[in-house]
């Protein structure tokens, strides 16, 4: 069978630290019509994908749930899924995240034990967890970090990010806003800083209103500051484009960050969505503080 036909498989494969959100995110993509497989030995991978390419009643969209449960994972992921690449298969690696205190919350919450905790003491389990996961951690397609998110939230983001994806090997440009006082986006390729630019929310009429609202957009964009800067922004952003293209790379993360992530970086984004619209990438647009700031 000729390569063109076997990317019609798109896998992606869900790993990161336990207590990260992996099964939520399973289920979620289970939603969103992707045959989904938890905990498969990482040598059947690439028997598992060539039996779902040739049977025509399984989804040509998978999604895997592969981590330290499985022995020989870390040993052998690299070299399996370099195999599975030249075969012509496209795989993606989606890595979950999140903060010390947050997984150890998490465990106390579901009176589970961690899967390296030794003799109680998960913290540890956690340093070596993190320590193994490295160099997967390094190479993923993607990372989420998933401290502030509940269940449903995960859910709601991953849907947001995959569910009108139809070719996973397109380029993906995220654009992303957020408010710098709920941290920089750990995800972030480029973070643009729009704190400069004069602010609505010091604006009796405009400060309930967010960068959504023509108002506040005609506000932010017509400044002169705000056109210089778009200009110097496009341009870099054309140049670069298709330089991580040639690198091969799926995701670019655009990160705009304004103080909390309502009116100045929401309006730049979405100017931003309009300018890349008629592109050949995939533009995907999330306002991550924006109902914080609500």
């Given at each position: 069978?000729?390569?063109?036909?076997?990317?019609?498989?798109?896998?992606?494969i869900?790993?990161?630290?336990?207590?990260?959100?992996?099964?939520?995110?399973?289920?979620a993509?289970?939603?969103m019509?992707?045959?989904?497989?938890?905990?498969?030995?990482?040598?059947?991978?690439p028997?598992?994908?060539?039996?779902t390419?040739?049977?025509?009643?399984?989804?040509?969209?998978?999604?895997?749930?592969?981590?330290?449960?499985?022995?020989?994972?870390?040993?052998?992921?690299?070299?399996?899924?370099n195999?599975?690449?030249?075969?012509?298969?496209?795989?993606?690696?989606?890595?979950l995240?999140?903060?010390?205190e947050v997984?150890?919350?998490r465990?106390?919450?579901?009176?589970?034990?961690?899967p390296?905790?030794?003799?109680?003491?998960?913290?540890?389990?956690?340093?070596?967890?993190?320590?193994?996961?490295?160099?997967?951690r390094?190479?993923?397609?993607?990372?989420?970090?998933?401290?502030?998110f509940?269940?449903?939230?995960?859910r709601?983001?991953?849907?947001g990010l995959?569910?009108?994806?139809?070719?996973?090997?397109?380029?993906?440009?995220h654009?992303?806003?957020f408010?710098?006082?709920?941290?920089v986006?750990?995800?972030?390729?480029?973070?643009l800083?729009?704190?400069?630019l004069?602010?609505?929310?010091?604006?009796?009429?405009?400060?309930?209103?967010?960068?959504?609202?023509?108002?506040?957009?005609?506000?932010v964009?017509?400044?002169?500051?705000?056109?210089?800067?778009?200009?110097?922004?496009?341009?870099?952003?054309?140049?670069l484009?298709?330089?991580?293209?040639?690198?091969?790379?799926?995701?670019?993360?655009?990160?705009?960050g304004?103080?909390?992530?309502?009116?100045?970086?929401?309006?730049?984004v979405?100017?931003?969505?309009?300018?890349?619209?008629?592109?050949?990438?995939?533009?995907?647009?999330?306002?991550?503080d924006l109902?914080?700031e609500?």
């Amino acid at each position: 069978m000729a390569i063109e036909d076997k990317k019609r498989v798109q896998t992606i494969i869900i790993t990161g630290l336990s207590g990260s959100g992996k099964s939520t995110a399973l289920k979620a993509f289970e939603d969103m019509g992707y045959f989904c497989v938890d905990n498969l030995p990482i040598v059947l991978l690439p028997e598992f994908l060539s039996i779902t390419e040739n049977a025509s009643a399984v989804s040509t969209r998978v999604a895997l749930v592969m981590d330290v449960r499985e022995r020989g994972f870390l040993d052998q992921y690299q070299s399996i899924f370099n195999q599975i690449k030249k075969k012509g298969f496209y795989l993606e690696i989606l890595f979950l995240d999140a903060k010390d205190e947050v997984i150890v919350r998490r465990f106390s919450q579901t009176r589970r034990c961690h899967p390296l905790q030794p003799r109680g003491d998960i913290l540890k389990g956690i340093e070596i967890e993190k320590r193994r996961m490295r160099g997967l951690r390094e190479c993923a397609d993607r990372l989420i970090d998933t401290s502030n998110f509940n269940v449903h939230q995960l859910r709601q983001n991953l849907m947001g990010l995959y569910s009108s994806r139809k070719c996973l090997d397109r380029l993906v440009i995220h654009l992303l806003s957020f408010g710098f006082k709920y941290g920089v986006p750990a995800d972030a390729n480029l973070v643009l800083d729009v704190r400069f630019l004069p602010n609505p929310y010091f604006e009796p009429d405009l400060c309930p209103l967010s960068g959504c609202h023509p108002k506040v957009q005609a506000y932010v964009l017509e400044k002169e500051d705000t056109i210089k800067f778009l200009e110097h922004a496009e341009g870099l952003l054309r140049f670069l484009i298709p330089k991580y293209k040639m690198e091969g790379k799926s995701y670019l993360v655009i990160a705009v960050g304004c103080t909390g992530g309502r009116h100045r970086s929401v309006a730049i984004v979405e100017h931003l969505r309009e300018i890349f619209a008629g592109s050949d990438e995939e533009v995907i647009v999330t306002h991550r503080d924006l109902e914080l700031e609500e």
